[in-house]
């Protein structure tokens, strides 16, 4: 595996941070996910763009123009295997003494980034679909924000893991729903396509995105709203995105079957439509 680190291009077992750096010390920075189809970087734009957000909302300069971060994930997709990767860019404050104020004068900024392979969800999860468990939204209030400080979900996501699950279902307030720990939710009830709306207490996801464009353009009715946690326990289906796991059905929810048990469906139109996309929009 090749990896790009402040400027240079090395195998990943040759990259190395000092102890120093804010990212390892405080977590100061933030990160990126981009999907890579035919080697080619989806919605590119679209990802830049919420890098920025995440860099604006930390008061972090960007190290890079949109034009710079392009020609470097180029070269890093060249730089690795597979037609398919998901690429991680990580983006850090800088090394400084320790000190909770921002360093003064500003140091130059940790920028990191590594290619993966970029796997679809096997046959028998899209077949049966998987579990979730719900819990209260204990993060903070800006997860609008790509933060690498990540331990709240990290956490979170572990009790879906230590419960056989896939995904834990975030309940700000015992009143309504954010995300999941790792990715978007949506609710459907009486053929309508549920989804919580972008603000600072959710991730803005962009395959959330494509999901809300292809109902529009599908004729899918759809709305999106604040989601009742009630909403959520009578949902007739519930489903999951994200940019690694694509769509998926949730079939179980804290050890009792949603609806019927089965992927319903609104996920079989959607699923489909997303594949139709993916073959027809993203890989060209």
Not at 142 to 165: E, F, H, S, T
Not at 260 to 265: L, S
């Amino acid at each position: 595996m090749t990896v790009y680190l402040n400027g240079q291009f090395m195998p990943l077992e040759e990259a190395r941070i000092p102890v120093l750096d804010r990212g390892f010390i405080f977590g100061d920075g933030v990160y990126e996910v981009i999907p890579v189809y035919s080697r080619r970087a989806f919605r590119l734009a679209e990802h830049l763009l919420r890098l920025q957000h995440s860099l604006d909302g930390i008061r972090l300069q960007n190290p890079h123009s949109d034009a710079q971060w392009a020609h470097l994930i180029d070269e890093l997709i060249a730089r690795n295997n597979g037609e398919d990767q998901y690429l991680y860019l990580h983006i850090t404050r800088g090394v400084a003494r320790r000190d909770h104020a921002f360093p003064k004068p500003p140091v130059a900024p940790t920028v990191f980034m590594m290619s993966s392979p970029l796997l679809a969800p096997p046959a028998e999860l899209l077949h049966s679909g998987v579990g979730a468990v719900s819990a209260t939204d204990n993060r903070w209030l800006r997860c609008d924000i790509k933060a690498i400080a990540l331990l709240p979900n990290v956490l979170l996501r572990q009790m879906a893991v230590d419960a056989g699950c896939a995904e834990t279902i975030l309940i700000r307030d015992n009143n309504f729903m954010t995300e999941g720990a790792a990715s978007n939710i949506f609710v459907v009830k009486s053929g309508t396509l549920l989804a919580p709306p972008k603000d600072n207490l959710m991730l803005p996801g962009i395959t959330y995105d494509v999901i809300l464009e292809l109902a529009a353009a599908n004729g899918i009715p759809h709305q999106v709203r604040k989601i009742a946690a009630a909403e959520v326990f009578d949902a007739d289906e519930l489903l999951l995105t994200s940019s690694t796991k694509e769509v998926l059905a949730i079939t179980r929810l804290d050890g009792k079957p949603v609806s019927d048990g089965r992927p319903g469906p609104m996920f079989a139109r959607l699923y489909k439509l997303y594949q139709d996309f993916k073959r027809d929009v993203m890989r060209k």
